[in-house]
């Protein structure tokens, strides 16, 4: 039963402490993302992955870290420097491969609350 | 800088077809348009996308406009777990990066 998981689903933390938000897929795909939500906003790219070991900022990766050193982990740390870090986090894969098209399977996300 | 315009807000009636569309005056050559919905509180799920022919699957079908400065994502037959955010996208083929703006809210009336 291929898909994206995100744990946990719900995550509390005080202000200042870093956490880190898991994503892994099975889909053996490629490339990976990991978008913000805010309420009533669209989504917003933070940083994604084509391949192993490498990956590239985003429109809004200040304040945030991510690594990729398996195919099917790309894990997201929320530091202690991102201003507003309270959102729903949702982690994306593709096979980014053509003629297939560029479908992104999305998890289920991760909602974020910082006081 | 939005590359695409859509309405706010839409309802449909059960059972209808609901018509969803979206402006993309912009668009260039090499970019496709992208339709992706996203249930309350879950991740956003792939629909369809398409260049410039129309096209179908088994959810939805994509009209693509000749000029290609517009399409309408058709619904055949609304049911109530259609009522979702709808997002098009317009993005290079094998762009990572898909901007999703804030949507049309469609709501499915029983």
């Known amino acids: 039963d291929g898909g994206i998981t995100q744990s946990p689903k719900y995550l509390f933390r005080k202000e200042g402490q870093n956490v880190t938000l898991s994503c892994e897929q099975n889909?053996?795909?490629?490339?990976m993302y990991w978008y913000r939500q805010d309420p009533g906003q669209g989504l917003r790219l933070i940083y994604y992955?084509?391949?192993?070991?490498?990956?590239q900022k985003g429109d809004i990766a200040e304040g945030y870290s991510v690594s990729r050193e398996k195919k099917e982990s790309f894990p997201l740390t929320v530091t202690s420097a991102q201003k507003n870090p309270t959102a729903f986090y949702l982690c994306?894969?593709?096979?980014?491969?053509?003629?297939?098209?560029?479908?992104?399977?999305f998890g289920p996300g991760t909602r974020l609350t910082v006081t | 800088d939005a590359k695409t315009t859509q309405p706010p807000s839409m309802d449909c009636a059960e059972g209808r077809a609901a018509n969803l569309p979206c402006n993309h005056s912009?668009?260039?050559?090499?970019?496709?348009v992208y339709w992706y919905r996203q249930i309350h509180s879950q991740g956003p799920q792939y629909i369809i996308h398409?260049?410039?022919n129309n096209e179908t699957n088994e959810m939805a079908s994509l009209i693509i406009t000749e000029d290609r400065k517009s399409s309408t994502l058709i619904l055949p037959h609304a049911t109530l777990r259609d009522t979702a955010v709808y997002y098009c996208?317009?993005?290079?083929?094998?762009?990572?990066?898909?901007?999703f703006g804030t949507g049309t809210r469609l709501t499915i009336i029983p």
């Open positions: 912009t668009i260039s050559g090499n970019e496709y």
């Open positions: 992955s084509q391949i192993v070991n490498d990956f």
């Open positions: 398409g260049l410039k």
């Open positions: 996208i317009v993005a290079n083929f094998g762009n990572e990066k898909l901007t």
């Open positions: 889909l053996n795909h490629d490339a």
């Open positions: 994306a894969s593709s096979m980014d491969v053509p003629p297939s098209g560029y479908e992104q399977y």
